[in-house]
Structure formats: structure tokens, C-alpha cells
Antibody, heavy 120, light 108 residues
């Protein structure tokens, strides 16, 4: 059974940093592209970053230069390092698996999310 | 970035109804369109990809159609477990991949 379990969320002050983790199981993690998607309370979904099997990374303009996605295949883990956090980054952050045919792709499995709150 | 616009933003329907949700892309995206279902407090679930391909395990009452800029999600016979919010997503232009604003399907 595919499982994605996020951790690392919490309360952080504006300008602060936070590192999210996603533990994957039930599939060959190294063979899949992985993504982070966020959702502010009561709002829609926003794609935040992606990392390919070769370590290539992708970001939207809203987080480029502040967020860094990475993966550690030996630990079946995905990470999101978030720096220079703003109030607008407050959201539930989901880890999601890309469907196994390479970019572009939809997301076929999602974790349950971890809440990040940016506030003083 | 490609903008995805869903309509309606919400709708009220009864069990057994046929429901249609539309999604329009601001430019052509071929068939690189997915639909997700999200229930309160839960993660989104992939229903349909490539505009019309049903994800494994998804009931056949769900169907998708369209290509280019205009797409539809249809639930042929609404069940109680289908009351949720539905999102479309384009994955043609990357980055960024973009989602519609969501359509909430509520009980009439």
C-alpha cells in the first residue's frame, strides 16, 4: 500500500525557516517524481515544487528562491526547505507522488498534509 | 501561467442526480487535464487523468471529456459519498502546474 506521511509543520515567525519531510512507503520511491502542493484554509490547491527522479527541480514564481525541494532515496524521503517565510505561505502542505510516466503528470497519491502557520 | 476556471463554484444536488462541472483553460492544454475529489479534512484523490481516463478504483459513474481548452467532469448518478469539492488541474505547462478554484457539490 502506497503511503506518504508528512511531518515538520508548525508555527514559525515571518522571515523564519522550516523544513518539511515526507516519508514514503509501499513503492519504489527512487522511480517516481515527487511534488509538494499547498492549500490555505478554505482555499484551493497550489502546486509548490517538484523533483524528478534525476534530481531536477521545478518551482512556481511564488516560492522560487525561497523554497528548496530535495530527496533522499536511501531513506525514501522527500523534503521541502522553506526560508524567508511569509504570512501568505500559511497552509496545509501535501506531499504527492507523480504518476509514473515522467513529466508532465498528474498526482496519483497524496499524503494527509502538515500545517504550516506563519505568524508573529 | 495557464489559468484554470471552473464553473460553477458550488452546486446543490440530490442523490441520484446527474452532475456536470466544467473547467476552462486560458490556453490550449491538449488532454493534459486531471480531476480530483477532496472531502473536508482529507487529501485530494485523483479521479481522472488525460481528460477522460478513469483512475484505477474510481467508480464508473465518474467520467471526463474535452480537449484543448474546455473540459467537463460528469457524475452520472450522484451518491452520498460524492458530496465533496472537485478540482481540475492542468499539467501541460510545467512549471507551474495549475488548479481550478474548485467546485463544491452540496446536498440539496
Amino acid at each position: 500500500e502506497v503511503q506518504l506521511v508528512e511531518s515538520g509543520g508548525g508555527l514559525v515567525q515571518p522571515g523564519g525557516s522550516l523544513r518539511l519531510s515526507c516519508a514514503a512507503s509501499g513503492f519504489t520511491f527512487s522511480s517516481y517524481d515527487m511534488h509538494w502542493v499547498r492549500q490555505a484554509t478554505g482555499k484551493g490547491l497550489e502546486w509548490v515544487s517538484a523533483i524528478g527522479t534525476a534530481g531536477d527541480t521545478y518551482y512556481p514564481g511564488s516560492v522560487k528562491g525561497r523554497f528548496t525541494i530535495s530527496r533522499e532515496n536511501a531513506k525514501n524521503s522527500l523534503y521541502l526547505q522553506m526560508n524567508s517565510l511569509r504570512a501568505g505561505d500559511t497552509a496545509v502542505y501535501y506531499c504527492a507522488r507523480g504518476a509514473n510516466w515522467g513529466f508532465p503528470q498528474p498526482f496519483d497519491y497524496w499524503g494527509q498534509g502538515t500545517l504550516v502557520t506563519v505568524s508573529s | 501561467a495557464i489559468r484554470m476556471t471552473q464553473s460553477p463554484s458550488s452546486l446543490s444536488a440530490s442523490t441520484g442526480d446527474r452532475v456536470t462541472i466544467t473547467c476552462r483553460a486560458s490556453q490550449g492544454i491538449s488532454s493534459y487535464l486531471a480531476w480530483y475529489q477532496q472531502k473536508p479534512g482529507k487529501a485530494p484523490k485523483l479521479l481522472i487523468y488525460a481528460a477522460s481516463t478513469l483512475q484505477s478504483g474510481v467508480p464508473s459513474r465518474f467520467s471526463g471529456s474535452g480537449s484543448g481548452t474546455d473540459f467537463t467532469l460528469t457524475i452520472s448518478c450522484l451518491q452520498s459519498e460524492d458530496f465533496a469539492t472537485y478540482y481540475c488541474q492542468q499539467y501541460y505547462s510545467y512549471p507551474p502546474s495549475t488548479f481550478g478554484q474548485g467546485t463544491k457539490v452540496e446536498i440539496k
